[in-house]
C-alpha cells in the first residue's frame, strides 16, 4: 500500500455524548456475558464518575482491578491477568486514560492467547481475538480507546515498548465528557496536549496526504475554543476535546507522528512523567528543528488553530498553552532535569515515528531537541 492510498476499518459501537455512561448496563445485558473484568483507573475510582460507573453495574457484581500506575508495567498486566482467570471473567470494561485501556489490551491479549505478555512485546503474534471490550476514556488526549496499539514499560530493560493488532480495536466505546469532570486543570492540559500533537504531528508528518490534511482540519479549527473551556470545565468543550482526540487516533496510524513523539516515551519510563506532559515538554523544540523541511505545513497550523502565520508563531502559542495551563509547574515537581539525555535519545531511534518525522532525525539531534527542551525549564520557559 502507498502513502497515498487509505483505509480506515472500524468495527466499533461508538456511545457518544454526555450521560452515555448510563447505557453501559444496558451493552452489558445484551453481551449475555454473566462476569466481567472492570479494569478502572486508581484516580478516576474515588471521583464523581468513578462512583457513576460502579453504581451503574452494581447489579451486575463485577470484579475490579485498579492497582497500576500512569506508566503500567508487564507485572502490572500480569496481575491483573491473574485476576481476570480466577474470578473466570469473559470480557472487560476498562475506564480510564491510556493505562487503563492499555491494560485492558493487553489483559485481553493473554485471556485468549497463551503466553506472557512479554513475548508479545517480542514481536510475537496475536492469532485469537480478545474478549469482549468495552472502552470508556476518562481522558482527552490518547484516543487509545480506538487504538490498534498498547503501550508498557518493561522495568527490566526500563523502557517503553509498544504491541500492535488490528484485534485491540474494541467491540464498543463510551465516550461522555462528564468523565473529564474531576480532572485537575493540568491534567486536562496534558491529555488535550497530547491530543493536539497528534493532530500537528500528523498534519506535518512526511506521511501526510491532501486527504489527511483535510480531515484535520476540523481539529485545528475548533481546538482553541475547546481548549479554553474544557479547561474552564465547560461541558460542550470537554465533548469537543475528546471528540478531537478521538478522530486523531483514527488518522495518524496512517500518517505517523514525529520525534516529540518518539521522544515522550522513553522520557516518561525515565522520569515517570505523564505521557502528556512528556509530548509537551518535546513539543516546541521538535517544532523548531523540524521548521526548514516542513515551514509551509506548520504555517498552515499556525493560521488553523489561531496562532499566527508562521511555524514560529505556532511554537510561542504552544509554549503559551503550557504556561498557562499549569503543565510547566509541573515539570519541575519531578526530576526531569537529571533523566539521562544521551540513553532516551538513543532509545527514541527505535520508535516507529522515526520514518515519519518532517526531517531526518539521528540519536544526536534527538539528543539536541531534548537538551534545548530541558534548558527552557530550567530557565523557567516555557
Known amino acids: 500500500m502507498s502513502i497515498s ?4 476499518q472500524l468495527k466499533t459501537r461508538i456511545i457518544h ?29 474515588p471521583t464523581a464518575f468513578g462512583r457513576r460507573v460502579r453504581r451503574s453495574l452494581a447489579e451486575t457484581h463485577p470484579t475490579y482491578f485498579t492497582s497500576f500506575a500512569t506508566n503500567p508495567t508487564f507485572e ?36 485468549t492467547n497463551s503466553g ?31 487504538s490498534p496499539f498498547a503501550v508498557l514499560l518493561d522495568t527490566e530493560q526500563r523502557k517503553k515498548r509498544g504491541i500492535e ?15 473529564l469532570e474531576s480532572l485537575s486543570r493540568p491534567l486536562i492540559a496534558a491529555t488535550a496536549f497530547d491530543a493536539l500533537a497528534h493532530v500537528i504531528e500528523s498534519y506535518t508528518s512526511r506521511r501526510a496526504t491532501s486527504l489527511t490534511r483535510v480531515s484535520l482540519t476540523g481539529c485545528l479549527v475548533n481546538f482553541s475554543a ?19 482526540a478521538l478522530s486523531a487516533r483514527l488518522l495518524y496510524p496512517r500518517t505517523g507522528l514525529s520525534i516529540a513523539h518518539a521522544l515522550s516515551h522513553p522520557i516518561g519510563a525515565y522520569s515517570g512523567l505523564h505521557h502528556g506532559m512528556a509530548v509537551a515538554l518535546v513539543l516546541p523544540s521538535a517544532i523548531r528543528y523540524n521548521t526548514p523541511a516542513a515551514e509551509k505545513a506548520f504555517a498552515e ?37 537529571r533523566m539521562p539525555v544521551a540513553i532516551v535519545a538513543g532509545e527514541s531511534m527505535h520508535s516507529s515515528n522515526i520514518p515519519s518525522n518532517p526531517r531526518p532525525v539521528t540519536a544526536g539531534t534527538a539528543s539536541r531537541i531534548l537538551r534545548a527542551a530541558l534548558r527552557n525549564i530550567a530557565h523557567g520557559t516555557p
Open 5 to 8: 492510498d487509505w483505509s480506515i
Open 17 to 45: 455524548g454526555p450521560g452515555s455512561v448510563a447505557q453501559l448496563p444496558s451493552l452489558v445485558r445484551e453481551s449475555r456475558l454473566r462476569r466481567w473484568l472492570v479494569i478502572m483507573d486508581p484516580e478516576v475510582e
Open 76 to 111: 502490572m498486566v500480569e496481575e491483573c491477568a491473574e485476576q481476570y482467570r480466577r474470578s473466570h471473567a469473559r470480557a472487560i470494561i476498562s475506564v480510564g486514560g491510556g493505562s487503563a485501556i492499555d491494560i485492558g489490551k493487553a489483559v485481553g491479549t493473554l485471556a
Open 116 to 146: 506472557r505478555i512479554a513475548s508479545y512485546a517480542d514481536g510475537r503474534r496475536i492469532r485469537r481475538p480478545l474478549p469482549l471490550t468495552v472502552n470508556v476514556p476518562t481522558t482527552c488526549g490518547t484516543g487509545a480507546e480506538a
Open 165 to 179: 493488532s488490528p484485534l485491540f480495536v474494541p467491540h464498543a466505546i463510551i465516550i461522555d465528557p462528564r468523565s
Open 226 to 244: 475547546a481548549y479554553t473551556h474544557a479547561l474552564d470545565g465547560d461541558i460542550s468543550g470537554l465533548q469537543t476535546m475528546q471528540d478531537i
Open 301 to 337: 497550523v499556525a493560521v488553523l488553530l489561531g496562532a499566527g502565520h508562521s511555524s514560529m508563531s505556532l511554537v510561542r502559542t504552544l509554549e503559551s498553552f503550557i504556561a498557562e495551563s499549569g503543565i510547566a509547574a509541573a515539570f519541575r515537581t519531578l526530576d526531569v532535569l
